[in-house]
């Protein structure tokens, strides 16, 4: 993959992203004063852990560099930022 590619990453990617920015700790029934944030939302850390995958392998998908996560991290991740498939 060329740099060009990554650095616009997939648009599962960015939408990991921009979603996991939307989520606050307290949503998902984290302390709201878990210590300081440098952006708003979820940590990597944190999200990954409710999903049950690897913080590793989380940055990969929202970097791009992971294109093909089966259904059960999708249903893991969709659960874990309270997505509805119902809209």
Do not use: C, F, H, W
């Amino acid at each position: 993959m060329t740099a060009a590619v990554e650095a616009r990453g997939t648009e599962l990617g960015r939408y990991l992203k921009a979603r996991r920015a939307q989520v606050r700790p307290e949503d998902i029934g984290l302390p709201a004063d878990a210590g300081l944030r440098r952006t708003p939302g979820l940590r990597r850390e944190e999200l990954a852990g409710l999903a049950g995958v690897s913080v590793d392998y989380y940055i990969r998908l929202e970097r791009g560099r992971e294109t093909n996560p089966s259904p059960a991290v999708v249903d893991a991740l969709a659960r874990t930022q309270r997505l509805r498939g119902d809209g």
